[in-house]
């Protein structure tokens, strides 16, 4: 009997006829009877004091059913990002919010919420509350909110003024003297930007509240089980009475809404204890950008030594990140910038140094890459240097130096894989790499040129924070398969892939297994979509628990009906069958209503720490830059990556050319800027530059397989590394354009016209 | 430490709030987006075959999005209340509808749908639909329905003209050497009125399809995995991808909708199918008199023989019950009826023969007894017959004849606890046994009596039907508790009585446990709420997964915190602690969040065979007989229950009063009867009469508690037995008033009143 080939396949998304008919429900979808509309007044100061808050008006107003401000709201201190606990002891969450905050630490910092019959009464409302602020000094650059004089933002910085948590320290080999052995040592600081995920959805919650007091939140979060966490906590709710589930898609998250949904779930919760009503919070978009986290901008110092013949002998990587007003990652995303920056390259002698710090912007915290696209464009622009100064061909240096599997390196969990090399070689065959330096006729104005960067990544976040999972699976009494996992699908295919997993693990049909999930009702606890983990993780449990069932069900055919030992059978397109001998066989669907006889389902709960595995990427870009305007033109990106098993080829990749699209708009376009009095320039679809459709270059998305030893199937993760080494290929390859290097990006028609002005 | 008790405590219902506040929801109040309303068109005749129909015009209406009918919706044969298949392979499910059968077999029997956006459009529309009917013989008694010359309603009847499925046949001894050998003997002929469950809510179901294919279904099923099954069969869906649930609550159901509620299920989702949009439908109570399932009437032969000093030596029951149109539970019924009938006393000798009769009128099916009342009021109005033969007082000759724990019995599973003696004592005692005979002055209009009837039944369906169970449980982050059960609260209390039994296990406290349960997308599988096993065996999954559960925490605990052996310690009040040594312990709370950062949650699925275990009951009755209009009003019932464990004492009691009062209708006043074209003669809450709370007598439930070696923590079934001897022991106790034995059910003023004339 052929055995059912379901991993590797294009199969149709399951979420696909729904998204395309509109009919699938997202949260801002979810209507509920005598359901109210929130809206929040925010802190028009960068750094205030509320003296004093007045809502009487307010709640006089007809229609408005409850007015929610610090006075009448949980004082318990949280973390709206606080779910991946480090499991370093020391680094434990930093928990710095109130749902409502007395001292205002941002221009947009929540004062108050009403919820009213309609959004346009809760939007009169917010215009009737009367509150005295007391303006205080504000700081917004991270230097200089770490000066003596500068203002005190948080109390319990013992690092440091207004640095939160501790900062992370990674030593490898000794770095002193490393330099001192290099032949060529290359030192920059590199300045990266605010840049903002603009998920399709805004962030969005429902929550109801019975009269029996159990809580039901229909939200955004791409974490369910750690948003119960923080709501139990927050509002001294058991954790076993608050249900929190996604409607069930998401319209995307990028990391913004790890742990809660900025702060759309405590707000929405809050009001309904208060009304005693359902209440439902949209973010507007301009809230979305102002009030939820961004990708940490700041400063990165790359020195890099090496042997004149181009071997690596050490690196010193600093990060000064700025957090803006409160925590959030601000701890863990220094970490990944250093962990991953240092384990690309295979160098003896290492040091890494950063951590975040305090100012009255909008706060920094997870958004796709987590640090690692920060920690690459500087390392690989420093290697491009590093080249150059050697006489060397970049790929090849880089080819010389990069880890492989195997090499000994400094992270908790071997190097089990690598297929950077052959992602390296098929980029370059892609891009046409043999083309650099041959292109552009002199005098040209439009000049083109050729780029490359590298980069790895986790496929999960173990075992540097909580990181484990779990996944239920049972037979029907027809022989199909109901597969839950905690995990939300927040458009990135995983209600489809971890279903192809179970049907190969299992043998079974594909259109026979069922999945649902992201509700913490029907799922045990499962840390949520983040660290490209997603299918890597929960794919772990899914393949745990797939082959306990599998063993169960084998077990019961070889005693009940086929009578034989169970090693010798096998499973194909849903049909038990004896290896050698297929006509003795019987099917899933009887096997299933023979098991129901027997007083019997098959039933299997995994409970895994998924191992980690890096995954790998190599980003060729050939660019064309005018030389009269600064346009910066992406003609193509070659994105080989090495994905370990590829679980839906369709599916990866649109991961990776979605990834690479972020990177270029990280590269050349997206930036967030605030004004003097700390006002965000850049809020809206008009004004923040997201690279769109219209930017997107040709994408060769290349999969390299390593099937790796950890992973599901062999799988990896690949949520993240789409857009890793992209800003450093862009930036290479307009260096070998224009012979310009820049050390800040994006590199926007004014930065690079103005370069090239001055250079002349 | 003092260990928390909560089993034995009467704690509040945790549905009572929103039950009394008129917030908790309802299968009637699932609105959906889009949603259409259904409407049924019915037979019209009792027995007919559909010659034509045209829906043309009624599609043509405006608002009609869809019109269903034998012609376009699914031809699989199957069985409304097929969830419990019989493990006795012979007596496999009957399957002997579809959706629309194009032969009519009884007045009510379903010819068409309509799905539209109102239901006065729905209405509306039935009426355009053109049908014609050639109308067949049709036959209404079950002996006529034997007998050569009736119509065949269905074929494959091999047994016997009309017979569904096998007879049910128990020997035990030898019968006939035991009549030889008995003193005395008794034999007569009883017969038992069709009775209604008329729970509160009428049968409803929302069908949802989604683009993708899934289906989700909110009903009132008392046995949402087994609907799951039925719809899976009918419609050809994977079962995985069916999602049925309660929405929470249902009104009630007595056993009127274990596998689906009669065809609001399929008929809702056939039409949603159809209009792609969801459907509601929500039976009139016309509809759920005339076409859903009514307790079996029929005729019970009892031959009674006992020896002279007053021991019962044989015994020969016949039952012949009317199974209306559709078998249902038709081959069950008799089997239950046979074997309670012959559990109660200790009789060397006994046999069982009995079987359903297809007629042209409602089908019979389940109703909370299921077959034992229409047996114990025969059997124990000849028990008095035999009394009064042999000069003893009843109470003294049941004494001497009940079974006794380690007994031997016929059935399949031992006698492993009876406190029927006790129950006696202590019902006699609260009635004023001693009073009977002493009451009435001579000439008195107005009748005193006394009568009793005593009875067993089962605590779930194993082993004669399919009957298995699964729990799921888990602990929280903040040491709280989540359990999952598939089965319903269809009023019971269970989502009380099963969150203590847990919370008792495991030493948590009340608060902390929460459940969720009747839905298929949470739960394994659960074979539903009937058989009075709803505590029982789904508490018997919650014991073992909580014992599981329990076995982890302090498996952790040990090794982690505590450094002890797991045996030396113990659960109270949510804190684990070295017995003996109460200062060395922790928290729930906390060791739920050190367990999180150690990678684990605590999660138990158990799979279970429940045992079974009889309860036992002893009702007596004070009665008053108006000899002048024949009006029987029940002054008292003392009804002592061997009920095992009492988990929660304020449910328990409810149950008992509720199925006594179901009991007095049964015995007094509730009858469906037919005219001579088979239309039902009483079809709503005006003429059919109930028993409610206005005929209530004092109710004095007396709690008998035989810690049962099976039961969850000792507990029995209660469901069912409350009605049980309460037909008996009321006609006894009229017997007793009047002198005028009844072999015929209820006792109407008209009947009482025409048999005191007779009698002069």
Same mark, same amino acid.
């Given at each position: 009997?052929?055995?059912?080939?379901?991993? &590797?396949?294009?199969?149709?998304? @399951?979420?696909?006829?729904?998204?395309?008919?509109?009919?699938?429900t997202?949260?801002?979808?979810?209507?509920?009877?005598?359901?109210?509309?929130?809206?929040?007044?925010?802190?028009?100061?960068?750094?205030?004091?509320?003296?004093?808050?007045?809502?009487?008006?307010?709640?006089?107003?007809? &229609?408005?059913?409850?007015?929610?401000?610090?006075? =009448? !709201?949980?004082?318990?201190?949280? =973390?709206t990002?606080?779910?991946?606990?480090?499991?370093?002891?020391?680094?434990?969450?930093?928990?710095?919010?109130?749902?409502?905050?007395q001292?205002?630490?941002?221009?947009?910092?929540?004062?108050?919420?009403?919820?009213?019959?309609?959004?346009?009464?809760?939007?009169?409302?917010?215009?009737?509350?009367?509150?005295?602020?007391?303006?205080?000094?504000?700081?917004?650059?991270?230097?200089?909110?770490?000066?003596p004089?500068?203002?005190?933002?948080?109390?319990?910085?013992?690092?440091g003024?207004?640095?939160p948590?501790?900062?992370?320290?990674?030593? %490898? #080999?000794?770095?002193?003297?490393?330099?001192?052995?290099s032949?060529?040592?290359?030192?920059?600081?590199?300045?990266?930007?605010?840049?903002?995920?603009?998920?399709?959805?805004?962030?969005?919650a429902?929550?109801? +509240?019975? $009269?029996?007091?159990?809580?039901?939140?229909?939200?955004?979060t791409? !974490?369910?089980?750690?948003?119960?966490?923080? /709501?139990?906590?927050?509002? #001294?709710?058991?954790?076993?009475?608050?249900?929190?589930? =996604?409607p069930?898609?998401? #319209?995307?998250?990028?990391?913004v809404?790890?742990?809660?949904?900025?702060?759309?779930?405590?707000?929405?919760?809050?009001?309904?204890?208060?009304?005693?009503?359902?209440?439902?919070?949209?973010y507007?978009?301009?809230?979305?950008?102002?009030?939820?986290?961004?990708?940490?901008?700041?400063?990165?110092?790359?020195?890099?030594?090496?042997?004149?013949?181009?071997?690596?002998?050490?690196?010193?990587?600093?990060?000064?990140?700025?957090?803006?007003a %409160?925590?959030?990652?601000?701890?863990?995303?220094?970490?990944?910038?250093?962990?991953?920056?240092?384990?690309? %390259?295979?160098?003896?002698?290492?040091?890494?140094?950063g951590?975040?710090?305090?100012?009255?912007?909008t706060?920094? &915290?997870?958004?796709?890459?987590?640090?690692?696209?920060?920690?690459?464009?500087?390392?690989?622009?420093?290697?491009?240097?590093?080249?150059?100064e050697?006489?060397?061909?970049?790929?090849?240096?880089? *080819?010389?130096?990069?880890?492989?599997?195997?090499?000994?390196?400094?992270?908790?969990?071997p190097?089990?894989?690598?297929g950077?090399?052959?992602?390296?070689?098929k980029?370059?065959?892609?891009?046409?790499?043999?083309?650099r330096?041959?292109?552009?006729?002199?005098?040209?104005?439009?000049?083109? #040129?050729?780029?490359?960067?590298?980069?790895?990544?986790?496929?999960?976040?173990?075992?540097?924070?909580?990181?484990?999972?779990?996944?239920?699976?049972?037979?029907?009494?027809?022989?199909?398969?109901? @597969?839950?996992s905690?995990?939300?699908?927040?458009?990135t295919?995983?209600?489809?892939s971890?279903?192809?997993?179970?049907?190969?693990?299992?043998?079974?049909?594909?259109?026979?297994v069922?999945i649902?999930?992201?509700?913490?009702?029907?799922s045990?606890?499962?840390?949520?979509?983040?660290?490209?983990?997603?299918?890597?993780?929960?794919? !772990?449990?899914?393949v745990?628990?797939a082959?306990?069932?599998r063993?169960?069900?084998?077990?019961?055919?070889?005693?009940?009906?086929?009578?034989?030992?169970?090693?010798?059978?096998?499973?194909?397109?849903?049909?038990?069958?004896?290896?050698?001998?297929?006509?003795?066989?019987?099917? /899933?669907?009887?096997?299933?209503?023979?098991?129901? @006889?027997?007083?019997?389902?098959?039933?299997?709960?995994?409970?895994?720490?998924?191992?980690?595995?890096?995954?790998?990427?190599?980003?060729?870009?050939?660019?064309?830059?005018?030389?009269e !305007?600064?346009?910066?033109t +992406?003609i193509?990106?070659?994105?080989?990556?090495?994905?370990?098993?590829v679980?839906?080829?369709?599916?990866?990749?649109?991961?990776?050319?979605?990834?690479? *699209?972020?990177?270029?708009?990280?590269a050349?376009?997206?930036?967030?800027?605030?004004?003097?009095?700390?006002?965000?320039?850049?809020?809206? *679809?008009?004004?923040y530059?997201?690279?769109t459709?219209?930017?997107?270059?040709?994408?060769?998305?290349?999969?390299?397989?390593?099937?790796?030893p950890?992973?599901p199937?062999?799988?990896?993760? $690949?949520?993240?590394?789409? *857009?890793?080494?992209?800003?450093?290929?862009?930036?290479?390859?307009?260096?070998?354009?224009?012979g310009?290097?820049?050390?800040?990006?994006?590199?926007?028609?004014?930065?690079?016209?103005?370069?090239?002005?001055?250079?002349?």
């Amino acid at each position: 009997m052929k055995k059912n080939k379901i991993v &590797g396949q294009s199969v149709r998304r @399951l979420d696909a006829l729904e998204k395309a008919m509109g009919t699938a429900t997202f949260t801002t979808d979810v209507t509920l009877p005598g359901m109210l509309y929130a809206k929040v007044l925010r802190s028009p100061y960068a750094h205030a004091r509320i003296v004093s808050i007045d809502t009487t008006e307010a709640e006089k107003l007809s &229609g408005v059913k409850a007015v929610a401000t610090h006075k =009448n !709201t949980s004082r318990e201190m949280f =973390n709206t990002a606080a779910c991946m606990v480090l499991t370093v002891k020391e680094l434990e969450p930093v928990w710095d919010q109130n749902i409502f905050n007395q001292e205002l630490r941002f221009m947009g910092d929540e004062v108050a919420a009403v919820a009213a019959v309609s959004e346009d009464i809760a939007k009169e409302a917010l215009k009737l509350i009367k509150v005295e602020y007391e303006e205080l000094p504000a700081v917004f650059d991270a230097f200089e909110a770490m000066k003596p004089e500068a203002p005190v933002l948080h109390p319990n910085c013992h690092e440091g003024k207004n640095i939160p948590g501790e900062s992370v320290k990674i030593p %490898y #080999g000794d770095v002193e003297k490393g330099f001192a052995e290099s032949d060529i040592v290359i030192e920059k600081t590199f300045k990266v930007p605010i840049q903002k995920q603009v998920q399709m959805e805004t962030h969005a919650a429902v929550a109801q +509240v019975g $009269v029996d007091g159990k809580v039901t939140v229909w939200s955004t979060t791409q !974490t369910p089980h750690p948003t119960r966490m923080i /709501l139990s906590k927050v509002f #001294g709710i058991p954790g076993s009475k608050i249900r929190v589930l =996604n409607p069930p898609y998401i #319209g995307g998250g990028f990391g913004v809404r790890i742990g809660c949904s900025a702060k759309a779930e405590p707000i929405a919760l809050a009001l309904a204890l208060l009304a005693r009503k359902p209440v439902k919070f949209v973010y507007s978009r301009k809230e979305d950008f102002s009030a939820s986290d961004t990708r940490h901008g700041g400063f990165i110092t790359v020195k890099l030594g090496a042997k004149k013949e181009g071997t690596f002998h050490a690196l010193d990587l600093r990060a000064v990140l700025n957090a803006g007003a %409160y925590c959030s990652f601000s701890v863990e995303a220094p970490g990944v910038l250093g962990a991953m920056g240092l384990a690309v %390259y295979r160098i003896p002698n290492m040091y890494f140094h950063g951590h975040s710090v305090y100012t009255n912007i909008t706060p920094a &915290g997870a958004m796709r890459g987590y640090g690692n696209p920060q920690a690459m464009f500087p390392i690989d622009s420093v290697v491009d240097m590093m080249a150059a100064e050697l006489g060397m061909d970049p790929m090849e240096l880089r *080819l010389k130096n990069i880890m492989k599997a195997g090499d000994p390196w400094f992270l908790p969990y071997p190097c089990g894989s690598s297929g950077l090399a052959e992602c390296i070689e098929k980029g370059a065959k892609s891009v046409g790499w043999e083309r650099r330096g041959k292109v552009n006729q002199t005098g040209a104005k439009k000049l083109r #040129g050729f780029g490359m960067g590298v980069g790895t990544h986790v496929s999960n976040a173990a075992p540097f924070c909580v990181d484990y999972d779990n996944a239920y699976i049972a037979m029907q009494q027809d022989g199909s398969i109901f @597969l839950t996992s905690g995990v939300p699908d927040m458009g990135t295919g995983t209600s489809t892939s971890l279903p192809q997993i179970a049907a190969e693990v299992l043998g079974v049909k594909f259109e026979e297994v069922s999945i649902s999930f992201a509700d913490t009702l029907s799922s045990p606890f499962e840390i949520g979509s983040h660290a490209s983990r997603t299918c890597y993780a929960a794919g !772990t449990a899914v393949v745990a628990a797939a082959k306990d069932l599998r063993k169960q069900i084998l077990e019961f055919a070889a005693d009940v009906v086929l009578k034989v030992s169970p090693e010798k059978l096998d499973i194909a397109d849903s049909v038990v069958y004896v290896v050698g001998e297929e006509n003795k066989s019987i099917t /899933l669907k009887e096997l299933g209503y023979l098991a129901h @006889l027997h007083l019997k389902q098959f039933i299997a709960v995994s409970s895994i720490v998924p191992p980690n595995s890096p995954p790998w990427e190599a980003h060729f870009a050939e660019v064309e830059v005018d030389t009269e !305007t600064g346009k910066v033109t +992406v003609i193509k990106v070659a994105a080989a990556h090495d994905v370990g098993t590829v679980i839906n080829p369709m599916i990866v990749e649109g991961q990776i050319e979605g990834g690479v *699209l972020m990177g270029i708009g990280y590269a050349t376009t997206e930036e967030i800027r605030f004004d003097a009095k700390g006002k965000q320039l850049h809020n809206s *679809l008009h004004n923040y530059m997201l690279a769109t459709a219209e930017d997107a270059p040709e994408i060769d998305a290349i999969l390299v397989e390593t099937k790796d030893p950890n992973g599901p199937l062999g799988a990896k993760g $690949v949520g993240e590394t789409g *857009l890793v080494p992209t800003a450093a290929a862009i930036s290479n390859a307009v260096y070998d354009a224009t012979g310009i290097r820049f050390f800040e990006i994006p590199l926007t028609e004014e930065r690079v016209y103005k370069a090239i002005k001055e250079r002349g």
